[in-house]
């Protein structure tokens, strides 16, 4: 059952004051994915601290991933339902407070830091579900392409920064690992007023029925009410949204598997063929494949982007094409680089470019399609139903899945 409209007289939205909204989501977007990869940065000073193994060290990223998948279609439940901008506003308060508690674990309570990261994912959840469905509903079209363009363009550099400003600040705080992670917890105090004072909540389709009219109106928290099953009933009605859904899984299953073991068996596959030991030079190839995995992602993103906005017009379906033509042409590309990993490294290096860079390409078509094919009213559970889905059988298996079939070859062999 569905309850409440809006009245007509309602308050309206600049397009400046939208354009101010979609900046301070992008940089709360940014610090999103600096906090995932700060962790990364000082994993070693993590480990050395608790005195951790590395399957300790990797259950880290699992409780994050398992606490943000959990509590994704919760947050898309509610963000459905009641004030978007309360939740974003929720998640980065939670995820500050729980990243600045993580610091304050003294060494014989690794189990203690490993909750407060548990928590990280509840905060960064709730962010995620929403944010995308405001932009949905202040943008419409070729703007609504380039701001969400502009919004994944954090994905890339967020990463990229995140590593770089755990290592570094931790290194100028005289190795204390805790500084590393205490920028982002400070930076999101700065965004929770920004967010308070700044950003604008639209009212869920409004933007559709008033096309082209050039204005938006604000929200003034209209509540619909109807069970969460119903809303994933009338979600799974929907072909292209499952279609792109399973599309974007497989890509998160490559890029996952990717991030964590193509530095490594670059390194590995060096030192067999020129039966040499793995050296600290050889470890730094993490820090090559992070830059340009971020390289690649900031070009990806704006490709991808421009292609689906320019062909729109000709192609009806131009996002989904784009979409295609970035996965099946990044096959041979990475295929290549793991070929030629052993004898031509460099040249490895930029086929890996080439073939993430259109991997990525697929980030802004899928978030569009989405919004194209969803009613407003169910966005957020859709988002978070593909964030789960992603995650689950995408980059949080992948990696264990390849481990495991290398092992298995190994013991073979």
């Not at 939740?87 to 990243?99: A, D, K, Q, R």
């Not at 096309?211 to 928290?221: F, H, L, P, R, Y």
């Amino acid at each position: 059952m569905q309850s409440a409209s809006p009245q007509p007289s309602m308050p309206r939205v600049s397009l400046l004051r939208a354009r101010i909204t979609v900046i301070i989501l992008f940089f709360i977007n940014l610090l999103n994915y600096m906090d995932r990869f700060t962790v990364a940065g000082v994993l070693q000073k993590i480990q050395g601290y608790f005195n951790i193994n590395h399957g300790l060290a990797g259950l880290l990223q699992t409780v994050f991933i398992v606490s943000y998948m959990i509590f994704a279609p919760i947050f898309g439940y509610l963000g459905d339902r009641y004030s978007r901008k309360f939740i974003m506003i929720f998640g980065l308060f939670v995820w500050s407070l729980m990243t600045f508690c993580s610091t304050l674990v003294n060494e014989n309570q690794y189990w203690l830091f490993f909750t407060f990261r548990g928590l990280v994912g509840i905060g960064e959840a709730s962010y995620s579900t929403v944010a995308s469905t405001v932009i949905g509903d202040l943008f419409i079209a070729d703007q609504r392409t380039k701001m969400l363009a502009l919004f994944y363009f954090a994905i890339p550099v967020g990463s990229g920064l995140g590593y770089v400003v755990g290592s570094k600040v931790s290194s100028v705080a005289g190795g204390h690992w805790q500084w590393g992670l205490r920028v982002t917890p400070i930076l999101g105090v700065l965004l929770i007023i920004l967010c308070v004072i700044f950003v604008v909540e639209p009212v869920r389709g409004q933007i559709e029925k008033n096309q082209g009219q050039g204005e938006v109106i604000a929200d003034e928290g209209v509540i619909i009410r109807h069970s969460w099953f119903n809303d994933v009933k009338h979600i799974l009605r929907c072909k292209t949204y499952i279609w792109t859904t399973v599309g974007f899984t497989m890509m998160c299953f490559v890029t996952g598997a990717l991030a964590w073991w193509a530095p490594e068996f670059v390194a590995y596959s060096q030192s067999v063929y020129y039966d040499t030991k793995i050296t600290e030079n050889d470890k730094n190839i993490s820090l090559t494949f992070g830059g340009i995995t971020c390289a690649a992602g900031f070009i990806g993103v704006a490709l991808g982007a421009e292609l689906s906005r320019r062909y729109r017009l000709r192609y009806g379906n131009s996002d989904a094409l784009v979409c295609a033509l970035g996965l099946l042409s990044s096959i041979p590309f990475l295929f290549l680089t793991l070929v030629w990993a052993s004898k031509y490294i460099y040249a490895s290096y930029i086929l890996l470019f080439f073939g993430e860079t259109l991997l990525f390409m697929t980030w802004c078509p899928v978030a569009d399609i989405l919004l194209a094919v969803i009613s407003p009213q169910y966005r957020a559970t859709a988002s978070a139903l593909q964030i789960l889905i992603s995650h689950l059988f995408g980059d949080a298996g992948s990696p264990y899945v390849v481990g495991a079939v290398s092992r298995i070859i190994s013991c073979k062999g």
